[in-house]
Structure formats: C-alpha cells, structure tokens
C-alpha cells in the first residue's frame, strides 16, 4: 500500500483556510449583520426589490453570451493548433499568452477605441456602405460581449490546447476512413474528448466575465448594470458593507449553481459517450 | 523543454526575498516620519507629489501620495479602524459630513500650521483647512456643440442631441448638477422627481450614462461625447492634454465644493501629517498649484489669481456660488442612486 501523502498536503490546506476559506466565512457572516442584529434582513432587501433580480438576469446573461462567443472562436483556433505544424502552434500559443501579459484595463481602454464612434468597426461599417453615419457600440451590450470576449479568449483557448496536446489526430483519421463526415467527427469524436477541457474554460470565461468590474463598468457604461457594480457602489458609496456581502454571497451562489449545472450537462452520457 | 530545476538553496533564497519584500512597506511606515496623504487620482496627485513633497521634506518629513477618490477613502478608513492607512484625508462637505459621523476624522490644532492665518476664515475648518474650491459647470468640445448657456440648453437644444454624458448620483459632480437642474424644473433642489422625469421624456440623454467622470474624460478625448458635468480642474486638464475643452459656468450659478484636508483619527504620523497640511495651504505651494495644469484656485491671500482662473471664478464671486445642503443630499443618495439606476436600466 502506498504511504499517504497527507502531510505533503498540509501547507496548501493551511494557505486555503487562512486566505480563501476564511476570508469566504467572514464575508457569509457579515452578510447576515443587520440594523437589529443577525437576521436575514439584507437578503430580504436584495430579494426584495425586482430591480436586482434584473441585474442578476443580467450578469449571467453577459457570462452566458461570453462563454458561446468565447467557444465559438476558440474551439477553431484550438483545432488549428492540434492541426498545425511547430511553427503554427508557437505562433498561436504567442498570440494566446501576450494578450494576457496586459492588464485587463489597458485591453478595456484598447477596446474604447475600437468600439467608438471613430474607431475601426465604425470606419468598416461606413467603408462597406452598411451605414450612413459613425456608430459606436460603446455602452451597448454587443460591445461589452465582444470586449469580454477578446480578453477571456485565452482562458478557453489554452484548457482546450492542453487537452488536444494529449490527443492523436488518428482518432479523428479512423473516423474519417469509417465514412463519418465532418459534423458526425465533430459531435462524436472530437466534442466527448474535448468536453473536459471546453468546461474548464467555460467554468474560467464564466467567472471572469461575470466578476469583470472594470471592463463592464467602462465598457457597458451605466445603462448595463452588473452584480459588481452593485457590490462596488454598497462598499464605496453607501458604505453599506453588510448589504454588499450579501449581494457577494448571490453573485457567488447563482454563478456556483451556473458553474454546477454545466458541468452536469457535460457530463450527460449522451454528450460523453459510452462503452 | 527542459523542466525547472530548483535547489534547496534556491528555494530558501526565493522564500526569503519574498519575506523581505512583504515586509517593506510595514518598514516604510516603520519609520514614523512620513505622512500618508490620501489624494484624489490624476491631476491632484501629480501636483500634490511634484509640490508638496520638497516641501515637506524641508519641514523634516517624508511624503507619501496616495491616490485614491473621497468615496473609496472612507471605505478603506471604515474597513481599518484603529489601523487607518492614511494619515490624512482629501474630501469635500459631503464626505466629510459621513467621515465625522463614523468618528473617522479628528478636530486639529491651528496652532501647528503656520499659514493657517493666510486662509479667510471661510476656509479655516475645524477639522481641517480649506486647500482649494472645486467650481463645477459643463465642459463642452467646441468643434462639435455650440457653447451651451446652462442645463436646460443640454436637454432643449437639439444641438446637444446624444452628445452629452451624465453620470450616477454616486458622482459628487453628478449630484450637484441634478440639484441645480432639480431648481430649474422642480421645486427645489430636492425635487429629484423633476429630474427623473425630465431624462424619462429625453431618453436619448439616457444613452451615455457611465459610472464616472474620469470614464468621461477619456470618453471626451475619444470624441464620443461632447459635453459633460465637470469641475474646472477637470478641463484644465483635457486642455493640458492638447484638447479642445472649454468650461461653462452655468447661468443659473456653478455648484462648488470646497476641497479640505483632514487629519484621520488614530494617525500615525501626526506631525508629518501637520507638516503636510501647512505646506498645502502654503504660498509656496499655492504659486504653484495654480498654474496649469491644476489650475487649482488659490485658499491662501497672499496667491494672486491667474487670469486663467479668474476666467472661471474671481475671491469676489466665491460667495455667490451655489453650495449643496450635503446632509439632504446625504440622506437622498441610496435612494436617487437606487431610482435613477432603475430609470437608466430602463
């Protein structure tokens, strides 16, 4: 029998407990302060008013549209890595990686740029005859999905490389020498290996998106209100902390059951396949 | 690829140098002799590093800037207390009605600043000295919107027709503009409903809400809005920036916010925090702050004012400016901010 390797495990524990599970504990219990003691006050006041289940609605929605925008690019790019030569492979894992060697707010201020009135989309609708006048998508929910969507790209990308990095191309060759076409190699050969690496990138784009302060505050302006914001305003503005911890709590029970829920439709037998 | 190798010694090494690194601010502030001066971002902690640090330093003292807005300054004291990160605050009326109701700030002693008798008596608080007023008005871009005459140009004029960007009620400057235009279309300043519905019959001003002035003014450098609620010291500094931006004042009368310095309850650094005060309101200090891109209106008598800020306010017409009640503003804010999030949601 082998020996246990809990000793070697224990530093880790020890740093979860006193920066994560701690902190998370404090945040729970502070959530239930309320002007007449511990209650549920701040729950019912956030449950209480239609316009924050709204925001609610609102920031899955942004983590959802992200996710498929995110797939919808990255499951190509990641297919042409598993494709491609050695040339190919580094060039796409550089042009991964150095977006992420920026911060998250120089690519939000890039993205200003880009979505503006005199901004390159702009100039491109305009070039084409498509529009008549200058249109910005800043503070449109299409900008901010497509901003979000550059700046998560990688974190799909780069799970779905490392399990591709794993996988022989022969498995998709047999399926072609079987007679099966393109969306049947697609849906049932490449799609049940790839699953794994698809939801741990959905899961990272998932929770990036919908905790990306910055980027919504900047991007989708005040007309598009996210959990965050709410957060931000309750600490900074109304300095009402216990009500921002409540509303932490929500963002992270309803983006943990999001999270849940798809990792068990991926799981589904007819998505994984079986013997 | 070749895997990482790393020895014990290395190891050790590493771990001790990150040991050392955390520690280093706990040894700066170990020192005692230098203040901890919370600033607002941008323009203020540029001049207020470049200025006052020589300053205190010839006073016997460190000087550290902080930058950080009035808001996010009191929710970093609330979230210390007994251990505050700063050693002095920089906030208008508003702030400083909620730092004294939690106990934050301290009443300080005069008889430590030396040019404490150079300030009107307008500007010697007691918890703490006046250092500059922050006149508010509109700035617009003049190659896009003619000069607006006040805030009911922006909502009646179609000139200004999705172009102009508002923002919350979590902005001072936001707030002191919705009073002056609650007195234009309602019956006072707390008749925000006036305001509300004055943006439910011009939707198109719903458009280009963002959460601040700083997302404006880079928003005005990108041409994407024309026109916005500012402070003077916020057109200073587009203009600074080789931009075309002028300041209005409006007719009906510019909002001001008196800037202050305060000293935070349990600081660390007292003198150092003095040293810092004093230099602030100092003539040296003063000379300097009010030129470009500052611009920051002169507290001490002995400044003489620039042309350039007498183009926005003379010493004569600082009484003549209009100053919010910031406690009724203060018990409204949740509310408004709550309201007008729902109406801009739509």
Known sequence: MKASGFPYVIPMLVLSVAFFATPLAVLIGYSFFGSQGASLENYGRFFGDAFNFHVLINTARLGLETVIGTTILGVPIALFYWHGGRNARQVIIFLTLIPMLTSNVVRTFAWIVILGRQGPISEALMALGLTGSPISLMFTELGLVMAMCQIDLPLIILPLIAILSRTSVQFTEAAQVSGAGPWRILLTVLLPMILPGLLAGWILVFASTSSSFVTQAVIGGARNVYVPQLIYREVGTLFDWPMASAIAVVLLLSTGLLLVAMAMISRHRRLIGHA | ?346
Request: proline residues 7%; contains cysteine; negative net charge.
């Open chain 2, 1 to 346: 690829m070749t895997d990482l190798q790393i020895t014990r010694r290395h190891f050790g090494m590493l771990a001790a140098g990150a040991a050392a690194a955390a520690t280093l601010p706990f040894a700066a502030r170990a020192a005692g002799e230098t203040a901890i001066a919370a600033t607002f971002p941008g323009n203020w902690e540029d001049g207020y590093r470049t200025v006052l640090t020589p300053l205190v330093k010839e006073a016997g003292y460190d000087l550290t800037i902080a930058p950080a807005l009035a808001q996010d300054q009191l929710a970093k004291i609330m979230a210390s207390p007994g251990n505050p990160p700063y050693d002095t605050l920089l906030m208008s009326p508003g702030q400083m009605a909620v730092a004294i109701d939690n106990d934050l700030i301290e009443k300080i002693d005069p008889s430590k600043l030396k040019n404490w008798d150079k300030l009107d008596a307008s500007f010697q608080g007691e918890y703490g000295p006046t250092v500059t007023i922050e006149v508010n008005g509109i700035a617009y871009n003049p190659d896009l919107v003619p000069r607006p005459k006040g805030y009911r140009d922006l909502f009646e004029n179609p000139a200004y027709k999705g172009l102009v960007s508002w923002t919350g009620f979590d902005s001072n400057t936001a707030v002191m503009a919705y009073t002056e235009i609650a007195k234009i279309y309602g019956s006072g300043p707390e008749d925000m409903d006036a305001v509300f519905k004055l943006f439910k019959d011009h939707p198109e001003q719903l458009r280009g809400v963002v959460d601040s002035t700083n997302h404006q003014m880079t928003l005005f450098q990108q041409g994407e809005i024309a026109v916005f609620m500012c402070s003077t010291g916020n057109v200073a500094r587009l203009k600074s920036l080789g931009l075309k931006a002028e300041y209005v004042a409006p007719e009906t009368g510019s909002p001001a916010a008196p800037v202050n310095i305060h000293l935070t309850k349990g600081a660390k650094n007292v003198d150092a925090a003095y040293a810092y005060m004093d230099a602030a309101i100092s003539k040296a200090a003063q000379d300097k702050l009010k030129m470009p891109p500052t611009e920051m209106f002169p507290t001490n008598k002995d400044v003489e004012l620039t042309p350039g800020i007498e183009a926005y306010v003379t010493r004569d017409q600082l009484s003549s400016m209009v100053y919010p009640d910031w406690a009724m503003i203060n018990k409204h804010r949740s509310d408004w901010i709550r309201q007008f999030d729902e109406l801009v949601a739509g």
